[in-house]
């Protein structure tokens, strides 16, 4: 018999957000029903990619999903914006089947961007601003309002407005995938998706591409998803975390709920932050830390709350 899992609801009370979250529990901005998506069915290799699966998508927070390989993660966000459709179950958008009107699928994806792993394969303009202008230009914007959406994703993502008459294809792998993301930015989804955003990138360009999409999110309130094989990653900038597990969600909750569970997820073989390994540690060695902090900026406090309570084997007089 399989272990059943909580799915855990989060309870937040970050301002910065501008939501409530009782509401958001009620109103999700994506919930999915019962989905079952299949790869090569009925063939010899038939392989069941989603087994199931159901989970709501919070209103105007920063959703990380985070799993092995093959564990779902990416075939799930292809479903989002109708890039894929499930073979059961339902997608719906503020409450609506996306697949309702299949005729009109295309304008969900101008309120559900995605943007896929490895985007800078996608560029294809003469210059980094019409490429970042593409999809607003698509969605019949005045030249006005083209220029002022190209420069605000610009600026999101770190992108100097020198750069932005030359050839995407002239610059480095990192200031691609910055002009990818802004490209999608740019149209201003009420909902933006990305599968491994920051893929390949050293530990500078990591933090400005996911700096710049948490940026994104504070100030404009958009429903954003990130897909990471990084928990480091979901515990700096993430408000929820949902853990894909065998094609099934194996958890869900905010950061604090997710990783309090830190045994639980080792379990499965995920790899959890370094510092709540050694949160793990310090408890087993009878230090009285909670075991779910995932910043060092926690860990360092809670250690320092510690001493100056004179613990730890140091007493202050």
Sequence with gaps: MKKKTKSIQPNRTDTAVGMNIVNQAEKPKIRLENINYVYGKNTPFEVHALDGVSLDIHRGLLTGIIGHTGSGKSTLVRLLNGLDRAEQGRVLLDGQDIWENPKEIGKIRFRVGLVMQYPEYQLFEETVWADIAFGPRNMGLMDDEVEARVREAAAFVG?????????????????????????????????????????????????????????????????????????????????????????????????????ARADELEAVGLDIPQVTKLCVLLHQAGLPIPVGLYTQETVENALLALFQEGKGGVRHE
């Design 159 to 259: 992108l100097d407005l020198a750069l932005m008459e030359k050839s995407p294809f002239d610059l480095s792998g990192g200031q691609k995938r910055r002009v990818a993301i802004a490209g999608i930015m740019a149209m201003r989804p009420e909902v933006l998706v990305l599968d491994e955003p920051a893929a390949g990138l050293d530990p500078r360009g990591r933090h400005t591409i996911f700096q710049g999409i948490r940026d994104y999110n504070r100030k404009t309130g958009c429903t954003v998803i990130i897909v990471s094989h990084s928990m480091e990653d979901m515990a700096q900038y993430c408000d929820h975390v949902v853990v894909m597990a065998h094609a099934r969600v194996f958890m869900a909750g905010t950061r604090d709920e997710v990783f």
